[in-house]
């Protein structure tokens, strides 16, 4: 299951954060400022998986002797990937793969790229219903439901949640996209 999707710019401030997973406000703060400080000073060389914080952990509720509840229903697992000027982080539990939770975040990515025909931080930022119809395409409740782009941007065009930039914004240095097509592809 997947607990949460946030998204920083460089600079730490929340793009997006979708909790699927009840916190307190003040934990959501806390663990969103702890996993950015982890996240950013990982070197670019380093691998795009990492353990979740303690601090998330102890929040989690703790299940009664006898209940249902199995000890990898909780979050455990912190998969991210850097594109240029953003991250895009998943947190989730042990029972999902690190490789398709990558691909996830290839997938959402490269979703947002089509839809706003080379994605900025401004674009998130303006028209951040676009940005949580694509995640609400993707993701029901912590559950992946849809990973194919074709049927993703088609389900996003479908409830007219696209703003297309005019031409004249596109110019100006605001076109330069998080996946740096114009550059050969991704950095």
């Known amino acids: 299951m997947i607990n949460a999707v946030l998204v920083f710019n460089n600079s730490g401030q929340p793009r997006l954060t979708k909790f699927y997973t009840q916190l ?4 959501q703060q806390k663990l969103i400022s702890e996993i950015f400080a982890l996240v950013s000073e990982r070197p670019s060389s380093a691998c795009n998986f990492l353990p979740l914080p303690p601090m998330l952990a102890a929040s989690q509720p703790r299940s009664a002797p006898g209940s249902s509840t199995h000890h990898n229903d909780l979050p455990s697992l912190i998969t991210y990937r850097h594109y240029a000027t953003l991250y895009f982080i998943l947190i989730s539990t042990s029972t999902e793969s690190p490789l398709a939770l990558l691909d996830l975040i290839q997938v959402f990515v490269e979703g947002l790229d089509r839809l706003f025909e080379n994605v900025c931080e401004l674009d998130l930022i303006f028209n951040f219903e676009t940005l949580h119809a694509v995640l ?14 074709d049927t993703i941007v088609r389900g996003v065009r479908e409830q007219g949640r696209v703003v297309k930039r005019s031409d004249s914004a596109k110019g100006g240095g605001l076109g330069v996209g998080i996946l740096g097509w114009g550059a050969g592809g991704l950095r």
């Open 24 to 27: 307190d406000t003040a934990v």
């Open 136 to 149: 609400g395409e993707m993701i029901v409740g912590g559950v992946v439901i849809e990973t194919q782009l």
